[in-house]
């Protein structure tokens, strides 16, 4: 079993909801989440948009590999309704589920950079963390 630490973000529809779902999910098909962060209300972050974000960071234990992680999330935002993501950059979401840590692992892919390159400079991510790390 492998420690990874996910950011979770919505800000479409019942955020609370779909936090709450995605959290069931992951339980359901990536491992054990052992630990959860507060949540954090935050304005967009790469974009405009007049929906705030609420955001948390959860810990998991899986026994997945790193990209077997990112696919079964990215499946679990397709599930719960995420629109593909575009050229276009950031947009609304009901769900955004990245991978920030995964046990010690430093590494780069077409697919997948961990640590996850940006955590440090999005406090919507490195505040909730800290919280539980």
């Not at 950031?90 to 697919?111: K, T």
């Amino acid at each position: 079993m492998t420690t990874a630490y996910l950011a979770l973000g919505t800000n479409l529809g019942n955020k609370e909801q779909n936090l709450s779902k995605a959290i069931e999910l992951l339980n359901l098909r990536a491992g054990t989440v052992t630990a959860r962060s507060s949540v954090h209300k935050t304005e967009p972050w790469g974009f405009e948009s007049v929906n705030d974000f609420l955001n948390m960071v959860v810990r998991i234990e899986t026994s997945l590999t790193p990209l077997a992680l990112l696919r079964t999330a990215k499946d679990i935002e397709k599930k719960m309704g995420r629109a593909p993501k575009s050229e276009a950059g950031y947009h609304d979401r009901i769900i955004d589920i990245d991978i920030i840590l995964y046990g010690d692992l430093v590494y780069r892919s077409d697919e997948l950079t961990l640590p996850h390159p940006l955590y440090k400079e999005r406090p919507f991510v490195f505040e909730p963390l800290n919280e539980i790390l």
